[in-house]
């Protein structure tokens, strides 16, 4: 059996922005996507024979990156999925981490490139921030050109991210789950066609971009009171692109007055929104009196894991 684990992700800084050639920063948090694979009669995905509705991600990354015979997948997760947090890319990289296994092992640069294409080519129109959080570990600055601690470029079309380590400070935060699924593709299709049409868009993401490298500063500062502010800038500007929501406001509100800052992560609409804070019981229980689903978490420094084989019996 091979067994392969990969983290939680939240967008610090950088959504959207990111597609338009800005930098982003992303740090993978303590809750995991785990598979189990083993060789099986028939392809199937937690018991159920594969699925293209129910199992878009593990059925591109079978039909495109594995060759061999039939495999069961199961899955466990403690990563809520739609809210944001980077359940698919958690899984792309599970499976990418998988299937390398199988062939004998991967580094964490194809695991990333791989998880990659999974989710580019499930998702359309996607950055490789949350996959290549959900292989590192810890943080990363993806931006469009090269700084110190490059950990790998990734291309798509004429566009090249270059994936950084970032070293995080040690830092507790509250993720809100709204309980509405953000749907990323109709987020990032209402971003481009404001985008298209408006100067104030472009000069949002401009605004965005200077922002996150101040982001960078701070981090490496360990100036958790500028952060908190930035995060709180960064919300601002995302609700400008249209991507806020009531219900993401509200949280980010109950929030505030126990946080460094707060805004929301990822395509927004819905899923989720994170809070900076020494004080997260207090936060977690706003965000709850507010009807939201508090989770407390701490960064991850660990990244995909793969681990054990699949022998030519079946075992
Ligand atoms: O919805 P999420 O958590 O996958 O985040 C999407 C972030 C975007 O910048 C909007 C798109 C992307 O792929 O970077």
Not at 39 to 48: C, G, L, N
Not at 154 to 178: A, E, Q
Request: net charge neutral; aromatic share 6%.
């Amino acid at each position: 059996m091979i067994e392969s684990s990969s983290p939680a992700k939240a967008i610090l800084f950088g959504e959207h922005a990111v597609l338009y050639g800005k930098p982003a920063i992303a740090v993978s948090l303590d809750r995991r996507m785990t598979i189990r694979v083993v060789r099986s009669e028939r392809y199937s995905v937690d018991r159920r024979p594969l699925s293209i509705r129910r199992n878009r991600y593990v059925k591109w990354a079978l039909e495109n990156l594995y060759d061999g015979p039939p495999l069961a997948v199961t899955t466990s997760s403690s990563i809520p999925s739609a809210s944001g947090l980077g359940s698919s890319a958690a899984l792309s990289c599970s499976v990418a981490a998988a299937i390398g296994q199988i062939g004998g092992g991967i580094s964490n640069e194809s695991c990333a490139s791989d998880a990659f294409d999974i989710e580019y080519n499930v998702q359309g129109r996607a950055s490789p921030t949350d996959t290549s959080a959900s292989t590192h570990g810890g943080g990363i600055l993806v931006s469009f050109k090269e700084e110190d601690e490059r950990l790998w470029s990734l291309s798509k079309g004429d566009r090249t991210w270059h994936v950084h380590n970032l070293p995080i400070p040690p830092m507790t935060l509250v993720v809100g789950f709204t309980r509405k699924p953000s749907v990323t593709p109709i987020q990032v299709e209402k971003v481009a066609n404001f985008y298209n049409k408006s100067r104030f868009a472009r000069e949002t993401i401009e605004e965005i971009g200077d922002l996150v490298w101040d982001a960078v500063k701070a981090l490496k500062g360990r100036d958790l009171v500028r952060v908190g502010e930035l995060m709180d800038r960064n919300n601002s500007l995302l609700t400008i692109l249209g991507v806020n929501s009531r219900e993401l406001q509200k949280l980010k509100d109950a929030a505030a007055p126990h946080s460094y800052g707060a805004k929301l992560t990822g395509a927004g609409g819905g899923g989720s929104m994170i809070a900076l804070t020494d004080r997260p019981e207090e936060v977690a229980g706003s965000i709850e009196r507010r009807g939201g689903v508090p989770f407390i978490v701490s960064i991850s420094e660990k990244g995909v894991s793969a681990s054990g084989r699949i022998d030519h019996d079946g075992h």
